[in-house]
């Protein structure tokens, strides 16, 4: 159905302030390096951990550690400062290059044996205890012990430089009782019985960040072994090990783990880490996924939900392989993961689907857009709240409609050669990446410059608010279409972008128009030889992020319905009906729509118009099921239209 008017998530939905500044971030340098300026460089932890009375009642959440930190010096220095929770964590003793230490406010302090210089390498040890308490990092219940670190979780179980940006191998001795089966990063070196207890040796070979480093485990886990091939080597092969207990139903990882590996190697390289591994855990786990490096964590019931495992499974590349370098560059992470999801659903699906899926993002963005940009430059200083960082509209929903609109203005071809060659750098891969890198890949791949592109959807908040008018004039035997593009928010920045436009004519036929709209307001002006009936703006939803009403005015002799102001076709409608509506008194014209208990949910128009036909289009994907009135309100007319959602 040709549509006249988009109406797209809240229209004319109020945006909140916030406390961000504006206009565009154009230069992020300061802040985007941040994460590389460090007095020393932590290469390896190793740490020793005793957790065997965790898996009994009363199930103590109390355990000692010892831990030795290897680091490469930067920068001249005689101590190093972690981050350690007081709350969480007793530091006991230091040893080796450790001489002493200070712990307070929730940092751990320790002088060194001697004054390091830039290159030297320094072991660091420590004998700590973790304490009897729950600090939503590790969790025990029964018969369950595994940890959940992000944003900064992983100093309240071990003391660490909990920043994304430092990776350091991880190399991990634990003892359980021999009834436990644990899984960790990377790959299980051995495994030693000692009488009643079973100690896990599990070493990564590749670096990772602290907040993707974890374990877990239960009593009496079952695991299920497979391997996948590499594309690149079919010799070649990664194991796969899923922790489940008993009765979960694993067909639906059976069946999907394979093809979607193949299919996330086929579009960013073949998986490059140790092992694929998932576990799903018990109703404490605070999440539906996390995304731990080699080693995921679902839900209870995870296993049989599709979209969950192809969303953390993409971080594998996405946020592990190439984590992001600060915090303010969550979205690479979360918006990649969201949007490769849904590049899923496109290849399971097809087009039609996707798109769907991206419509439902795009919705739910407009609906609780918080107001502030994809990028905040201070979160690469300082980490803002979790509900802040992993905020659902703006690190997922919007991050994925950003990479979407990208692959609009790029065309398919280009969009995806980016995205393979930003995953196959060897200067992002096993280290960080942050926007600028991002960027700089776009611009060298695409042989553009995108700058614009990334000034507007990433470095400034909210979005484009369209208020459009189209007119079409009888040249007599020629006809004039008048496009008028107006961007009317006052929170953000001006939106350039292409534009299509979709003109269908009298007799059946229509017409695709793209436009560069770079100022604002900008007219547009085009002749046909034949009769123009309607003008649909971005047709096909390719701009997800934005409200647009296009009026038309409609300058034929015929009246379209000359009994009544207002229209409703179709009626009953599911996903759309066109609203056409006639003015005869020039002045302001309101329409609203109302529900069944007659109260007004949505006001459609509210503005001046002179004499003519007009006609919008109403998007049914905001409405429930149900009966609702249209109100039409004219100087002193009024009409009422009843309409039927189904």
Partial sequence: MRIIILLFGALFLGISSSSYCFPVVKNTSDTAHFYMQH?????????????????????????????????????????????????SLIIDSVRLNGSSFNHLNDTLTIQLNKTYFPGEIADIKIYYQHKNVGDNAFYVSGGYVFTDC???????????????????????????????????????????????????????????STYLITLSSKNNFLIHKGFWHKLSNPDDSIPIVLYYKSGENLSTINGILTPL???????????ALEKIGFATLNSSFPWGGMENQTMVNLMPGGYSNASLIAHEHSHQWFGDLITCGTWADIWLNEGFGTYCTNLWVEHE?????????????????LNNNPGWPLYNPSWAIHTPP????????????????????LRYVLGDSTFFLVLNNYATDTNFMYKNAITEDLLAKTNLVSGQDMQWFFDEWVYSPNHPIYENTVGFVDLGGNWKVNVNINQIQTNTV??????????????????????????????????????????????????LLKQATTIVGITDSEPLFPDNCLQVFPNPFSDQTRITYQVNSPGNVKISIIDSSGKAIKKL?????????????????????????????NVNYQENKTVIKL
Avoid at 261 to 269: N, V
Wanted: glycine residues 6%; negative net charge; hydrophobic residues 35%.
């Fill in 261 to 271: 590996t193949d299919f996330y190697s086929e579009k960013f390289g073949d998986y």
């Fill in 494 to 543: 001006i939106f350039k972008m292409p534009i299509q436009l979709s003109i269908e004519f009298i007799d059946g036929t229509d017409t695709l128009i793209q436009v560069i709209n770079d100022s604002n307001p900008q007219y547009f002006e085009f002749t046909f030889t034949k009769q123009p009936t309607s003008l649909i703006f971005d047709p096909y939803r390719n701009i």
């Fill in 349 to 365: 699906n097809g087009y039609d689907a996707y798109k769907n899926k991206m419509n439902i993002l795009a919705n739910y963005y």
């Fill in 39 to 87: 007095s020393y460089n932590v290469l390896k932890y190793s740490l020793d951990i005793n957790i065997f009375t965790c898996y009994t009642s009363p199930y103590p959440k109390s355990f000692k550690g010892v831990e030795v930190i290897t680091i490469k010096v930067d920068s001249t220095l005689s101590e190093i400062k972690l981050n350690a929770v007081n709350s």
């Fill in 386 to 405: 979790g509900s802040q960082l992993y905020n659902e509209a703006m690190s997922y929903n919007k991050g994925a409609c950003v990479l979407h609109q």
């Fill in 150 to 208: 992000p944003p900064e979780g992983a100093r309240k179980w071990f003391p660490c430089w909990d920043r994304p940006s430092d990776k350091a191998l991880w190399d991990f001795h634990v003892k359980v009782p021999l009834s436990v089966k644990l899984g960790s990063n990377g790959t299980l070196a051995d495994s030693t019985i000692n009488a009643d207890t079973l100690i896990y040796h599990w070493v990564s070979e590749y670096p990772l």
């Fill in 605 to 633: 128009i509210d503005k001046k118009h002179e004499r003519g036909k007009f006609q919008f289009t109403l998007p049914g994907d905001l409405y429930s099921k149900g009966i609702y009135s249209i109100l039409f309100e």
